[in-house]
């Protein structure tokens, strides 16, 4: 196992540790320790079936896993439900996207905007003056974000009417409405066009600015190497090189295991 | 006829407010309920015993409790018995699964508890079931006049439009939102903050106490509560309401009603009747079995989708960029309405930068 280190000093907010997942019999994350400090931007790469999505999955809530723990700013957030982790700053999009069809893009945003607030009943009936105004706020930031985006023309479309690279984006938005502290990205530029993939780079890298731990999954090294300050390679499983972009692509063991 | 039409006109009503209740558990929020007369029952049941007077030893009928309560205490109270037992199956039935799971769990509970009803004498007196419910009002009107008949079905519409200001609120809130975001997405809905159990359960219980109230006015109305007239299939009439009329849409919901519940249902009893005994009313479950089948294959949306939520509705001014491509403008980029005073982006990780 090789031991993970975060850059000097920096406390991490996310710590996973001895994180075992199965399928049925079958483990897919088999004893992975990571830790990720805010601001800064981990990246994941390995082959098809390293386990890296279910890894995705055992830290947003998705998935239990069998053994092991998460940790969010020291709080052991293992067992907590995906929404209660939501409320705790844990954000992420999917490897298939995950767009509500049936609503429009700018309904999309707001249900990030408003989370659990928008969800609560009591809070839509009997506090109606004090969703008013954070729905005024969530409208405003949707505006933004969709014009940032440059899906006006869309924003009153069904998310199913969209095409597949937009429907990432309106999930790459839906993050944005939220204050994530611990962001998880599986595959986040798969389908985007380049100069909006371009865009979305920025976007990472400026969320990570903020203080925002970032975990993202992505195939695309340029990606990688252009967005993540350290990176660790998966394989069935496991954790089997860490550190800096130009440091993995030369080790061994990735040499072999997945460059081939 | 004049008596007839307003016979129509109160089973109309109530088959609406059946088909909201359901809409807002099927349209809204995705659960296949298949189980979605037995609420009614419930609700009917409720008002039934409630209204019937304590048994005595001389009560040709066996039943549960037993009460005088004024017709609206018993109205509410077939609210509170359709959303009593809506919680206790929803307990359960509304954890995370497959709908389709859902679904054949729902199916298979409505016709255990049919069965059960219709078996047991003890408790709900078998098929037998309840007769003999006084109908209100009688002090004021004569309960077996045209008259009373037309102050009824003016009591069941004036109820009709409580019940879809509710619903109408209801669906169009953040809360109606997020309903509709977990059903297109659960694990989505639920990765942004929405308790997607909770959700479900509270509309499963709001829709319980609407079905509980459609059957107390049905109860009181029929005056009489019969097992066989709980059956599954009504529950899937009322599905092909919705399917025909607009799933998520409630006045598209009105207009399948009225073409299953009233053309369909109601029409050929007028008919003359033709063939053996039942075969009319087996065609009719025939027709209304296709029609589901029509427009599950045609338009799975129904004759009048869903109400698209503009974003202009919600109190987003134009869009920024009119054209894709424009650089943005200052003075359009400030939304209009309540938003104005809040500065774009004035919280969190999305501030400034719309200069890109
Ligand atoms: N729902 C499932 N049921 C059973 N096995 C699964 C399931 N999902 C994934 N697996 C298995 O778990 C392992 C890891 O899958 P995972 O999706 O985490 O891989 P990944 O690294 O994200 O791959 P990719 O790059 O293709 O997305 C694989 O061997 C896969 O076959
Ligand atoms: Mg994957």
Redesign the pocket.
Known sequence: MIAVQTPQGARPLVEVEDLVVT??G?R?VDGVTLSVAAGEVLGIV??????????LAAIGGQMRPERGHVRLDGADITRLPPHRRARRGVVRTF?DTSEFGRLTVFENLLVAGLGEQGASLVAATLGARAQGRRTAVAVARATELISRFELDHLRDAYAMELSGGQRRLVEVMRCLMREPRLLLLDEPTVGVAPHLSEQLRHEYRRIAASGVAVLM?E?VLEVVEAVCDRVIV?ENGAVIAEGSFDEVMQSKAVQDAYLG | MSFYIATVVVIFGIDVLAAWALNLQYGLAGIPNFAFIVFQAAGAYTAAILTLGPMTASSAQTYIGGAHVPFVVGLIASMAGGAALAAVVGAFAMKRMRADYQAAILLILALILNQFVTTDTSLFNGTSGLANITRPLGSLINPNSTGWQWAYAGLVWALCAVVLFVVQRLSRSSWGRALRAQRDHDAAAAALGCNVVALKLQVFVIGGAIAGLSGGLLVFYLQAWNTGTWGYEETLAIFVSILIGGVANNWGVIVGTFLVQIVFVEVPNLLPQFGYIGLVDALEWIVIGLLWMIAIAFRPQGVIPERRVRAARLGAGAPIRAVPGEPPSRAASRPVGSAQQVPLGAAGPVSGSSEQ
């Open positions: 399928y049925g079958v897919a390995g082959p098809n079936g390293a386990g890296k999505s279910t890894l490897q999954i195939h998966m």
